[in-house]
């Protein structure tokens, strides 16, 4: 990796030596919400428990 094109965004502290995080100008409050809209989730579930089993069902859910 060449050093010279990797930048480190400046930090700084308030008074409680907090660090004080400014969100980019595109982001918004509900950039992290995972309650807003639906998602295609890929899950697998072990068929048999405790029986030494290694046989997975893969099914498809939206959230």
């Known amino acids: ?3 010279q094109n990797f ?5 700084s ?3 409680q030596n907090e660090l ?4 980019a100008p595109r982001s918004s409050k509900d950039d992290f919400d ?3 809209g639906k998602f295609k989730l890929r899950n697998k ?4 428990i ?3 089993c290694d046989e997975w069902d893969e099914f498809e859910s939206t959230q």
């Open 45 to 48: 579930k072990l068929k048999s």
């Open 50 to 52: 405790f029986t030494n």
């Open 1 to 3: 990796m060449n050093n």
């Open 13 to 15: 502290f308030n008074a």
């Open 20 to 23: 004080i995080i400014n969100p």
């Open 7 to 11: 930048h480190v965004p400046k930090i």
């Open 34 to 36: 995972f309650f807003q």
